[in-house]
């Protein structure tokens, strides 16, 4: 074959290869930005009942994964399965089916929930491994995170200093559970007279979600060591802030376990520029515990006579239905369906009422071949989100997607793109 005949092919391969990996690239860009959008968009309902923007663009997204996995010849679709979200995948399938036989009549009332939970797994199953720009996405995640961190602060001083509720609905979108009604004059009224605690929540359905979503990466901004260090706690301090003042009690808690390590690592190291810090927090800190609002606040948690506070109680009293022989050795053993309710209960709860003890057993199964498969982020996501679904439903809402892909996209047979394109 002539030299010029082997440079064109080489040539040409090249700019075949540079521009399937720049289709890759915007793809995964733009999936990137579907998870990281999917939280706060799930606030607004997309005119059809129990249908919100943020379904949309999952939906949008899943479609586009799909048709590039089965278009895309040099992806291994066994190799984008061959994860251990598949086998919770399979078992919920199973499940459903099975109980869906035994209870027809209940079909179509536990349809959409289960089909809409199988689309987050399925969606996180797909997308974590080739379509999740990671490093993209911690700068994307970042900057969100604090812009819905300035604006849950300036909700707070806006009701406190000037009896202005600014609203969580932007551009007067309709949500999804209504809270729209946030911003009428009764509620307003309400929170005036002290007979209901008014708590900012950025842009989200509630502050738990709001906390949920600025929780994980808080704890990725503090262990960047990549970050400049006025950089990295000046971010994670205004974070901390937003989440203090959003007051939600596992998004307290939760803030200890990002950062207990950072600390203790800090005061090792007897970083001047740390102590400086810690001067100027403590008596921010003194003035916030200080204040009538934290009281409030805390009293949720622990109330002044030493019992548990209504936060606490709202999140436990459900599980008396598991001691006082409501169910049987059955259902719970197997479930009782994923679309039976007995009030509020946080991720376990609702994994043994839906799935029973032997869907326990399962996820705890995924969960520990999950962290063994992944890296070090992978790892820490991973953590968290088992430390999360002690005290909120997070497996089951919308929190799960970010979770899923925070996780899985940290695997160590994934193949990881940086900013420039190149593969890692």
């Keep these: 074959m002539p030299m010029n005949s082997v440079y064109k092919n080489k040539l040409t391969n090249k700019e075949s290869f540079m521009h399937e990996k720049d289709n890759c690239s915007r793809l995964s860009k733009f999936i990137t930005w579907i998870v990281l959008l999917f939280m706060p968009?799930?606030?607004?309902?997309?005119?059809?009942?129990?249908?919100?923007?943020?379904?949309?663009?999952?939906?949008?997204?899943?479609?586009?994964?799909?048709?590039?996995?089965?278009?895309?010849?040099?992806?291994?679709?066994?190799?984008?399965?061959?994860?251990?979200?598949?086998?919770?995948?399979?078992?919920?399938?199973?499940?459903?089916?099975?109980?869906?036989?035994?209870?027809p009549y209940e079909l179509s009332e536990g349809l959409l929930g289960v089909s809409r939970y199988l689309l987050y797994l399925y969606f996180a199953m797909n997308g974590a491994k080739y379509y999740f720009n990671y490093d993209y996405g911690y700068k994307i995640y970042k900057k969100l995170a604090i812009l819905f961190a300035l604006y849950c602060i300036a909700q707070y001083f806006s009701y406190n200093f000037f009896s202005t509720v600014l609203p969580v609905n932007l551009f007067g979108l309709p949500t999804f559970d209504d809270i729209s009604a946030i911003t009428s004059k009764y509620n307003i009224s309400m929170y005036q007279t002290g007979a209901v605690l008014y708590?900012?929540?950025?842009?989200?359905?509630?502050?738990?979600?709001?906390?949920?979503?600025?929780?994980?990466?808080?704890?990725?901004?503090?262990?960047?060591?990549?970050?400049?260090?006025?950089?990295?706690?000046?971010?994670?301090?205004?974070?901390?802030?937003?989440?203090?003042?959003?007051?939600?009690?596992?998004?307290?808690?939760?803030?200890?376990?990002?950062w207990w390590k950072p600390i203790i690592t800090e005061l090792k190291k007897i970083s001047f520029k740390f102590v400086n810090l810690i001067i100027i927090a403590i008596p921010c800190v003194y003035l916030f515990i200080s204040s009538d609002y934290w009281q409030r606040v805390s009293n949720r948690i622990i109330s002044n006579d030493g019992t548990l506070g209504t936060s606490v109680t709202g999140r436990i009293q459900n599980y008396k239905i598991f001691f006082d022989g409501r169910l049987s050795w059955d259902q719970l053993l197997f479930g009782q369906g994923k679309w039976v309710s007995v009030g509020y209960l946080p991720s376990y709860g609702e994994l043994i009422i839906s799935f029973g003890l032997v869907g326990l057993v399962v996820f705890s199964v995924v969960m520990l071949l999950t962290y063994l498969k992944t890296q070090k982020i992978g790892k820490a996501m991973t953590l968290?989100?088992?430390v999360m679904c002690i005290g909120t439903n997070t497996l089951f809402n919308i929190t799960s997607v970010l979770m899923f892909f925070l996780i899985y996209s940290d695997s160590k047979s994934n193949i990881r793109y940086n900013f420039s394109g190149k593969q890692n």
């Design 384 to 386: 968290l989100l088992l």
């Design 199 to 258: 708590r900012p929540r950025s842009v989200f359905l509630e502050p738990a979600y709001f906390a949920a979503y600025q929780i994980p990466i808080l704890y990725l901004i503090l262990n960047n060591k990549n970050e400049k260090y006025l950089t990295k706690y000046s971010s994670a301090i205004l974070i901390t802030a937003s989440i203090f003042l959003a007051g939600t009690t596992t998004g307290i808690l939760m803030q200890f376990l990002c």
């Design 41 to 103: 968009l799930s606030t607004y309902a997309a005119y059809v009942e129990g249908i919100t923007f943020g379904d949309i663009l999952l939906i949008l997204g899943v479609l586009l994964i799909t048709t590039d996995i089965f278009l895309n010849k040099k992806i291994n679709l066994l190799n984008i399965i061959a994860t251990p979200l598949l086998l919770y995948m399979i078992f919920i399938i199973i499940h459903s089916l099975i109980f869906w036989m035994i209870k």
